[in-house]
């Protein structure tokens, strides 16, 4: 059963941190931030995808966390967002 996967970093070195995005890109997960993604994925997946991040982080400094999300709580998901008007000429 596949549920809702979120996935956030915090990684220091840029190639690194554009494989990390790749990866999850790769899993079928949308970017929602710059450094967060979000998808279906079910446990074996999700796993396989714990284990590829690992690899990749290895000895690196980084933090990446993976959060499965039950459906009520995906219901209670509350985006806030705000784009200035273009400028006037």
Same mark, same amino acid.
């Given at each position: 059963?596949?549920?809702? @996967?979120? =996935?956030?970093?915090?990684?220091?070195?840029?190639?690194?941190? @554009? /494989?990390?995005?790749? @990866? #999850? /890109?790769?899993? %079928?997960?949308?970017?929602?931030?710059?450094?967060?993604?979000? %998808?279906?994925?079910?446990?074996?997946?999700? &796993?396989?995808?714990? +284990?590829?991040?690992?690899?990749?982080? %290895?000895?690196?400094? %980084?933090? $990446?966390?993976?959060?499965?999300? #039950?459906?009520?709580?995906?219901?209670?998901? =509350? &985006? $806030? +967002?705000?784009? !200035? !008007? !273009? !400028?006037? &000429?």
């Amino acid at each position: 059963m596949a549920v809702q @996967t979120l =996935v956030i970093y915090d990684i220091v070195d840029d190639r690194l941190r @554009t /494989k990390i995005s790749e @990866t #999850c /890109k790769d899993y %079928g997960l949308q970017r929602i931030q710059y450094s967060a993604f979000l %998808g279906d994925l079910n446990r074996n997946r999700r &796993e396989e995808l714990q +284990q590829r991040l690992k690899r990749l982080l %290895g000895k690196k400094e %980084g933090n $990446i966390q993976i959060y499965p999300l #039950c459906d009520k709580d995906v219901a209670l998901r =509350v &985006e $806030i +967002q705000y784009k !200035p !008007p !273009p !400028p006037r &000429e």
